[in-house]
Structures are given as structure tokens and as C-alpha cells.
């Protein structure tokens, strides 16, 4: 679990600093524990990002998904391969450098102070997103897949998600 909270911050650090320009989406959502978030909003992925961060956030609560492609650091410089369409192994932790995998996060709150529990895949998962790149921009289909909370490893549950970027702003 240690790993696992590690990895969740070190990749919510890369994506929190990496986002350079918005995203619009039309429609979209993500579901856990039964539960339907309607997408809002979202930051990322464009071809200078490398993940798509879609955002709920309807009255006194924040709720976000965060879908990571992989990245390096190369003599300094963050090197982010924009995602190909195909199908993605969704893990625990920073995708390896294969470029066919891809990290979820899940971090919801809820009442007026910031009270959030954060969620990363299950390690024993065996799920693959299906990706699609129509004009440069992505669809991501997540079939359902196991979440655990990072600080209380019996709060758990299913995610689903379908999110459809439309376009890039800066």
C-alpha cells in the first residue's frame, strides 16, 4: 500500500505541473460505487500533456479521474508521446515505458472543507481501457475495475468510465 500511495503522488505531482492547456468534453461521465459523475470539466491531454484529468464539481464537492499515458525525463526535458488509439493495461503506480499502459487515479470529496479520499487500481487487476484518437482528440472507454482507497485498504469499488474530449484551448 506504501508503493501504491507513493506512486499516486509522485503521479499526481507530474500531472498537477505537466498541464499546459484545457480541455473541453462533450458528455462524458465516470461511475464508482454506483454512483454517475457527469464530467464538467477537464485539463490535459493535448499533445504537449500527457493525461486527461476530468473533473465533476457540482456544489461543495470536487470530484476528479485522472487517466495517465506515460512520460520520461530525458536529459532534463519531460518527453510526453502523445497516446495512440488501441487498447491500454490499466495499472497500479507510473505506466512503464511501453507506451500500452495506462494509470488511473480517483480522488473524491465531498462536503464544504476539503475532505478527500483518494483511490488508485487495485494491484491484482486485469483490465484494459480502450483508447481512440479521432482528429487529434481522445476518447477513453474504462471498463469496470477495482479501486482501493490508499489510507483504508476496506474502502474499495468499481469504476466505469466513458470520457470524450472534443477540444484543446489554451
Known amino acids: ?13 507530474l500531472t498537477t505541473f505537466s498541464c499546459k492547456k484545457a480541455t473541453v468534453l462533450n458528455g462524458g461521465s465516470f461511475t464508482f460505487k454506483s454512483t454517475s459523475y457527469s464530467v464538467t470539466s477537464a485539463i490535459g491531454n493535448t499533445t504537449a500533456d500527457n493525461s486527461l484529468v476530468c473533473i465533476n464539481s457540482p456544489t461543495n464537492s470536487y470530484n476528479e479521474c485522472q487517466f495517465i499515458f506515460y512520460s520520461s525525463i530525458v536529459g532534463g526535458a519531460q518527453v510526453i508521446p502523445y497516446p495512440t488509439a488501441g487498447s491500454y493495461q490499466v495499472v497500479t503506480g507510473a505506466p512503464d ?10 480522488v473524491l470529496t465531498t462536503g464544504a472543507t476539503y475532505n478527500a ?13 480502450t483508447v481512440t484518437v479521432s482528429g487529434g ?34
Open 1 to 13: 500500500m506504501k508503493k501504491i500511495l507513493i506512486g499516486f503522488l509522485a503521479l499526481s505531482l
Open 137 to 170: 482528440e481522445l476518447h477513453i472507454s474504462l471498463p469496470a475495475v477495482n479501486m482501493i482507497n490508499i489510507h483504508d485498504s476496506t474502502d474499495h469499488g468499481t469504476l466505469t468510465a466513458t470520457v470524450m474530449q472534443t477540444s484543446a484551448t489554451e
Open 117 to 129: 479520499k483518494t483511490y488508485a487500481v487495485d494491484p491484482n487487476a486485469n483490465v484494459h481501457a
Open 97 to 106: 515505458t511501453t507506451g500500452t499502459q495506462l494509470s488511473i487515479n480517483l
